[in-house]
T-cell receptor, first 115, second 115 residues
Framework: DVKVTQSSRYLVKRTGEKVFLECVQD?????MFWYRQDPGLGLRLIYF???????EKGDIPEGYSVSREKKERFSLILESASTNQTSMYLC??????????????FGSGTRLTVV | AQSVTQPDIHITVSEGASLELRCNYS??????LFWYVQSPGQGLQLLLK??????LVQGIKGFEAEFKRSQSSFNLRKPSVHWSDAAEYFC?????????????FGSGTRLQVQP
């Protein structure tokens, strides 16, 4: 079964810490995405990547960076965690191209609490 | 810019009753349209998608959605709701061109099912 795996299900970090959220997919997908999910706001795109070492900002990139050194792995980095970054973080991947390749496969999410 | 509106934050229906969840999108042309479901503590699962052709699309778990270009809508329906359908539902839109390939999600509708 195809999978997107997020390394941590729950994470508690202190304000000011550098935080790494890891995501690995085993489907050889070209595209990978990081969203954060907050009640009443739905999913908001932080960053996405079309290929190794390529990244593009989404709608809310401030305070975040990403790394994609290998095709299967896409890391989200909180340079200096703040309490307003407490959220559910969802990783997704998809094939390149259009049409039926378009749909996402999501990971189970990482619930991050910054104290 | 593309956007998605789900006007109902929370809906409660009785088991066995019919269901319609509303979704309106804003986009310059016909986009790709999706419905995802998120059960408590889980990632998002694709219910169905529309790319072109027949405007009534069938999905998993007995769900269907109808694309209405004139109303910029893509409402999700189910004729008879089961208790296991209680979850949060997200509508999403994506561009058909080869530009930004990332999906834009609505804020979600939480479905509660009464016995």
């Amino acid at each position: 079964d195809v999978k997107v795996t997020q390394s941590s299900r729950y994470l508690v970090k202190r304000t000011g810490e550098k935080v790494f959220l890891e995501c690995v997919q085993d489907m050889d997908h070209e595209n990978m995405f990081w969203y954060r999910q907050d009640p009443g706001l739905g999913l908001r795109l932080i960053y996405f990547s079309y290929d190794v070492k390529m990244k593009e900002k989404g709608d809310i990139p401030e305070g975040y960076s990403v790394s994609r050194e290998k095709k299967e792995r896409f890391s989200l980095i909180l340079e200096s965690a703040s309490t307003n970054q407490t959220s559910m973080y969802l990783c997704a991947s998809s094939m390149a191209g259009t049409g039926s390749n378009y749909g996402y496969t999501f990971g189970s999410g990482t619930r991050l609490t910054v104290v | 810019a593309q956007s998605v509106t789900q006007p109902d934050i929370h809906i409660t229906v009785s088991e066995g009753a019919s269901l319609e969840l509303r979704c309106n999108y804003s986009y310059g042309a016909t986009p790709y349209l999706f419905w995802y479901v998120q059960s408590p503590g889980q990632g998002l699962q694709l219910l169905l998608k529309y790319f072109s052709g027949d405007t009534l699309v069938q999905g998993i778990k007995g769900f269907e959605a109808e694309f209405k270009r004139s109303q910029s809508s893509f409402n999700l329906r189910k004729p008879s709701v089961h208790w296991s359908d209680a979850a949060e539902y997200f509508c999403a839109v994506g561009p058909m061109d080869t530009g930004r390939r990332a999906l834009t999600f609505g804020s979600g509708t939480r479905l509660q099912v009464q016995p």
